[in-house]
């Protein structure tokens, strides 16, 4: 009996063991570490994500030290000096992966976590207006003011070596290991805006000045005010020499551009206009004639053409040697009749008297109409 219960009790503490041991070995057993920290429940490994250094030019919030593979991973991007920065690029890089990222809204940005560590990577460029970088100064006369153009008549086109803004830059210091003096033989330039709703990139171009055949010593940044809008904007210019590998020169500068106010319109009249030069036909200077009428009335705020020409070689003149023009007239204004060469030695131009009219009057040597439609002769002689 004495033997029986000391069985018993010897195989109750060894079941009492076996539990302990199993309970124990199921609260700190698990599966081994396979390339991250292990996670919780069944979410598996936690992979490292790297931020990139700091820096002055961009704040990175929200970006969690590791997430699981399959997790969305969001953060926010912002530069400390919006106006004046860029973000070139945003690339997120581990052993098998390489993406670019892309801002969703509000400097937004997110990714699929991959199974495997990762490496934010940010490239962005700081921008202060400066006047002067390396070789290269701005123009002290540049006009940073820009009003956005508009026609100012029906019919006007936008000329670009007129209409154009202009913003000029001088090699003023020596290019390293250039062989030209104050200037650059090898060049490559390119511009820029940091705000393209207010200067988009298509408005923008680089003209380049040079001296003595090849050698580049002013590059002017030409905006197309046509394809402006309301706004400030960075315009950016980098200059590279191509005599030595890496030098350059960033010259930016902040434009603001305005909406021009609204011309006032005027009414018009079409108006018919007959030159008999029947009598100078045979005269070698005749092919060099042009005709210009100037709206003595006229001013900068009407949405009108101020001076109409037309110049040889853009009228035909008729079998009876009359040559017929067609002039847009402001009701109520006076013109003046105006006949030159186009030569550069012109003679004096031929004078002029008033043959038939109707609605149409020309005294004081002042050209007015009193209905549209109406019509004078003039006998050149």
Not at 9 to 23: D, N, Q, Y
Not at 160 to 173: C, G, K, W
Not at 201 to 206: G, N, W, Y
Request: aromatic residues 10%.
């Amino acid at each position: 009996m004495k033997n029986f219960k000391k069985m018993l009790m010897t195989t109750m503490a060894i079941m009492s063991a076996a539990v302990l041991c199993a309970a124990a070995f199921a609260g700190c057993g698990g599966k081994g570490d396979e390339g991250g920290n292990e996670g919780d429940g069944d979410k598996g490994t936690l992979y490292s994500i790297q931020a990139p250094a700091e820096s002055d030019v961009y704040d990175i919030s929200g970006l969690p030290e590791g997430a699981y593979k399959g997790d969305t991973v969001t953060f926010t991007l912002e530069l400390t000096h919006p106006a004046d920065s860029v973000i070139n690029e945003v690339t997120l890089s581990g052993q098998t992966t390489n993406q670019t990222l892309t801002a969703k809204s509000d400097n937004e940005y997110s990714f699929t976590m991959p199974a495997e560590p990762v490496r934010l990577e940010v490239d962005a460029d700081y921008y202060p207006d400066n006047d002067t970088d390396n070789f290269l100064s701005w123009d002290s006369d540049n006009t940073l003011e820009i009003e956005k153009w508009q026609a100012a008549f029906e019919g006007d086109e936008y000329y670009a070596s007129f209409d154009n803004i202009q913003l000029a830059s001088t090699v003023t210091s020596q290019p390293s290991q250039s062989p030209a003096n104050m200037a650059l033989t090898e060049h490559e330039e390119r511009v820029f805006s940091l705000d393209q709703s207010v200067v988009p990139d298509e408005a923008l171009s680089v003209s380049v000045g040079y001296r003595d055949g090849n050698q580049a010593n002013t590059f002017t940044v030409e905006i197309d005010a046509s394809k402006v809008s309301a706004g400030t904007a960075k315009i950016v210019l980098v200059v590279e020499n191509g005599s030595k590998f890496g030098d350059k020169a960033t010259l930016a500068c902040t434009v603001t551009v305005t909406e021009p106010e609204p011309l006032e319109k005027v009414e018009t009249w079409t108006e018919t206009i007959v030159f008999d030069l029947s009598a100078v036909l045979n005269d070698d200077e005749t092919e060099n004639l042009y005709f210009t009428f100037e709206d003595l009335n006229w001013e900068d705020t009407m949405y009108l053409q101020q001076s109409q020409s037309v110049l040889d070689g853009y009228y035909e003149i008729a079998e009876d040697g009359t040559v017929t023009i067609t002039l847009t007239y402001a009701v109520g204004h006076r013109y003046t009749v105006e006949l030159a060469y186009r030569m550069s030695n012109p003679p004096a131009a031929p004078s002029i008297e008033v043959g038939d009219k109707e609605n149409a009057e020309y005294s004081g040597r002042e050209l007015t109409f009193s209905a549209d439609g109406g019509m004078i002769e003039f006998i050149v002689g």
